[in-house]
């Protein structure tokens, strides 16, 4: 009798059969079961693909270890944030914006359960006495966003008659805005408005007790004495990673108080000092006679508000990208730079800003490009002059489109899309 060839038993990893929906499929091809969850199909087609390109002269594949002896440990693998020491996740959210800290509370409940221990997202003063006495009771959280446009006076303790800000843990405070009318009033029969003293002490401890590497936005009330120049300004020196300041002029409701340091002297030192590359000035309404002056050649963005008659004038802005005029001419009610500063603040731009290329979500390097090229180029400041009253238009078309949408305005230069 003739011997029976015997079958060759197929690869130990080599499958013919799955099971989908409780029922075994068989497959077109055999499949190589790699790990317990990675499957590879039509395995042979595979292998003989690799082994004719893996070089000319068709060489054997070298011997790969198996997928087995390369898995790594359960220890290894499982590794995410959660297995990092708290230390770690501490130092990592010293370097976070508030929004991130709060998404990174949304990923798990292990890190929601480590940022709402030990963190507080957004305080907005005056709050409810029951919150207020969890944050400044021990262990107190750690405010990240401080907000408060009120008086102090009605922020004080019935009981002790003192302000919250010393209770609360402000040690990593992230973003700090103290506004509100906190100016005396009546001084000397002057109509310039004065900060209180409490109002000025209370700024300055709070930015001595946040830590220097936390602080990323500030916004404070200015006034027209040496106080903010001879203690405010050094303050700020020490927060590294401060990218916006924000400044508030005198109160909307003072309609003959002049603006602090007449040229805008107190302004620049306040820019100078910090290393903020984001500026707005809010409620700085100067007299037609005045002229603001600022001089900050490391300010990218900057956004102005000096009243309906304001007038500015800029030097050496060399790295100012966007400028953003939050207030209309009295005339024309206008925000274009136009009419800004009696007409003035166009070729001001041109000489003081040479790589702005936003003004008022305008595209000014779009604008030199759609004027054609070579001969027919011209720079954004001609063409603005030129454009004339079309660009008062396209001024305010894009300022409406960005406040309310293009579903709802009647689109005049859709070039712009």
């Known amino acids: 009798m003739s011997q029976r060839k015997r079958k060759r038993k197929p690869h130990p990893n080599y499958v013919n059969w799955m099971r989908e929906s409780k029922r075994l499929k068989r497959l077109s091809e055999p499949a190589e079961v790699i790990d317990e969850d990675i499957m590879m199909y039509d395995v042979i087609n595979v292998t003989t693909v690799i082994q004719e390109r893996a070089c000319i002269d068709h060489q054997p594949l070298p011997n ?71 944050l400044t009771t021990p262990p107190r959280l750690k405010v990240l966003r401080l907000t408060t ?81 001879t203690h405010v300004a050094p303050a700020l020196r020490k927060f590294r990673r401060l990218q916006r300041l924000t400044l508030h002029g005198r109160s909307s409701d003072a309609p003959r108080a002049t603006q602090p340091h007449t040229g805008g002297q107190l302004l620049t030192v306040l820019a100078n000092n910090t290393y903020a590359t984001q500026l707005e000035l809010k409620k700085y309404l ?73 003004c008022n979500y305008v595209d000014l390097k779009r604008l030199e490009m759609m004027s054609g090229t070579g001969k027919d180029w011209k720079p954004w400041w001609v063409i603005v002059e030129s454009m004339g009253s079309r660009f008062c238009k396209l001024d305010r078309e894009l300022r409406y489109r960005r406040e309310y949408g293009a579903d709802y305005i009647d689109t005049l230069f859709p070039e712009y899309d």
């Open 149 to 229: 446009n009120r008086c102090f006076r009605l922020l004080l303790n019935p009981k002790t008659g003192r302000l919250p800000f010393n209770e609360l843990n402000l040690t990593h405070l992230k973003e700090l805005s103290l506004s509100g009318a906190n100016y005396k009033q009546g001084v000397s029969h002057s109509f310039d408005y004065i900060l209180k003293d409490e109002y000025i002490s209370t700024l300055l401890e709070i930015l001595q007790v946040v830590s220097a590497d936390t602080l990323t936005r500030l916004e404070f009330n200015t006034e027209n004495t040496t106080r903010m120049v």
């Open 64 to 134: 790969i270890p198996s997928a087995t002896t390369m898995s790594l440990s359960p220890s290894q693998s499982d590794k995410s944030l959660c297995s990092l020491p708290a230390e770690i996740l501490y130092y990592l959210i010293d370097y976070l914006d508030v929004p991130d800290v709060l998404s990174l509370s949304e990923v798990n409940s292990t890190l929601k359960m480590l940022v709402d221990t030990e963190y507080y997202g957004h305080l907005m003063l005056p709050c409810k006495a029951g919150l207020l006495n969890t």
């Open 286 to 358: 100067l007299k037609e006679s005045n002229v603001l002056t600022l001089s900050c050649h490391w300010i990218r963005v900057l956004r102005v508000d000096l009243g309906k008659t304001g007038n500015m004038n800029l030097v050496d802005m060399r790295c100012l990208e966007e400028l953003v005029l939050l207030s209309a001419d009295f005339m024309t009610g206008c925000y274009c730079p136009r009419h800004h500063s009696h007409g003035s603040l166009v070729r001001n731009l041109a000489e003081a800003s040479p790589n702005l290329r936003y």
